[in-house]
């Protein structure tokens, strides 16, 4: 099971983080703000990004807050978003295509670091 108590984001994405000009980081748009473990938002952001090939679980573990995160959890949670980017990679109905891409993108790289985690 898939639970904390810390404010999260769920939606961290290069778009929504904003670097001012005294290099402060901004996140904004809240809109899927829920409570969860405070590894969440990390696991969001490695799969939202463009890290192409790179080892998402060793950035992961490199990661202050995946220290007490439970590997069980973590599986849980990554199964889970597979499913659903895999089922939002198919809706096309009115999606721009760098969202689509974006979705596609998200579905290979959980997939592969559920790969890498369940085979290592």
Not at 31 to 53: H, K, M, N, Q, T
């Amino acid at each position: 099971m898939v639970h904390g108590e810390t404010l999260l984001h769920f939606d961290l994405r290069h778009d929504n983080l904003k670097i001012d000009e005294r290099g402060q980081i901004w996140v904004l748009d809240w809109g899927r703000a829920c409570i969860g473990p405070d590894w969440v938002d990390v696991v969001c952001l490695l799969l939202e990004s463009d890290a192409g090939s790179t080892d998402l679980e060793s950035l992961f573990l490199q990661s202050a807050r995946a220290t007490d995160a439970d590997p069980q959890a973590v599986d849980g949670f990554l199964t889970i978003l597979a499913s659903y980017w895999r089922h939002a990679a198919t809706l096309t109905h009115d999606v721009p295509a760098e969202l689509k891409r974006r979705r596609e993108l998200s579905s290979k790289s959980t997939l592969q670091w559920i790969q890498q985690r369940w085979c290592n």
